[in-house]
């Protein structure tokens, strides 16, 4: 088996607001050599071994189709263990 | 007229756009969202609510709801459709309407009335109301923030698709009358032909007076309004 793990972030000049806020608060907190936040999102994928090239194929094709949001987020895919 | 208001699992707001719909005359029906065929409805609505619990990201997952396929062709065949909070969501996730909802500004929930002001009456959503118009609808969204790539949002304006921006009581529309946060306080937009279009507040439940605002009926009688009704089946 292999996991596959997929960090999904809103694309560079869309409005995080999520990330402004914690910035925010890090700032207040003393760590203002923090320049920006940005939020995102981490999935998991398990598959059976083999098959590389088609399965990089449909994982990219979940990715665009529904993990994430094309129009707002970029995302890359590792493989974790 | 008969108009298809859609139920996914998570909405909660059907019931509401149902009796709204009925008391404008229409013959609202409410269908479950594995429903495959929507032939001989005349509109589609897709009400607020959670669909799918709001997993994954807001309309994600009711985007590939078997519903949508005929959703989809119903809007590429000039049907009206509505869209309102989470069906605004959701036609945006499905590609119908440009753009996307993230947390608002302040990472509140916000359930209160707004201020509206009608920018253009070119759509079904405001094709009754007058340019300029204020209006008072309840919001209620916490994903209710829009934004768009910049090419999207210049399409939007210049081609006259925002159809409702938040603003104050006098209709000034700006940051601080902003209350999400929304690029250009957009609040209600069209498709470039105007028989898609989606708002995130509540025009079905500031439909009648004692309900505190009658202002919802001017959008809830545009859609009704645009509607045409569909051939009998030969």
């Known amino acids: 088996m292999k996991r596959l793990r997929i960090d999904i972030r809103r694309k560079e000049g869309l409005s995080d607001p999520e990330g402004v806020a914690t910035l925010r608060a890090l700032h207040d907190l003393g760590y203002a050599e923090v320049d920006e936040v940005h939020f995102g999102r981490m999935i998991y994928l398990d598959l059976p071994d083999g098959g590389a090239a088609e399965t990089g194929k449909r994982v990219e094709e979940m990715c665009r189709r529904l993990l994430a949001n094309p129009v707002i987020e970029n995302w890359t895919v590792e493989t974790v263990e | ?234």
């Open chain 2, 1 to 234: 007229m008969r108009v298809a208001v859609v139920m996914f699992p998570g909405t909660n707001c059907e019931h509401d756009v149902a009796y709204a719909l009925a008391e404008l005359g229409a013959e609202p029906e409410l269908v479950w969202h594995r429903e495959t065929d929507l032939d001989g409805f005349d509109g589609v609505v897709l009400p607020g609510g959670f669909a799918h619990g709001d997993y994954l990201r807001t309309g994600a997952i009711a985007r590939f709801s078997p519903v949508m396929g005929a959703v989809e062709r119903h809007a590429a065949a000039g049907t009206p459709v509505l869209g309102i909070c989470n069906g605004f969501q959701i036609l945006c996730e499905a590609g119908l309407l440009p753009g996307a909802m993230v947390a608002n500004r302040d990472l509140r929930f916000i359930c209160r009335p707004v201020h509206l002001r009608v920018e253009s009456t070119d759509s079904m959503l405001t094709r009754a109301a007058r340019v300029g118009q204020v209006l008072r609808l309840p919001l209620n969204s916490y994903e209710g923030n829009y934004i768009a790539p910049a090419a999207d949002l210049v399409r939007l304006e210049s081609q006259g698709r925002v159809m409702l921006r938040y603003c104050d009581a006098a209709g000034v529309a700006d940051e601080a009358t902003n209350p999400n946060g929304s690029t250009n306080s957009i609040a209600g937009i069209a498709n470039e032909q105007g028989n898609v279009a989606a708002l995130m507040p509540h025009p079905e439940r500031a439909a009648e007076e004692v309900l505190g605002s009658v202002d919802g009926r001017v959008i809830l009688e545009s859609f009704v309004a645009s509607m045409v009704r569909e051939p009998a089946p030969a």
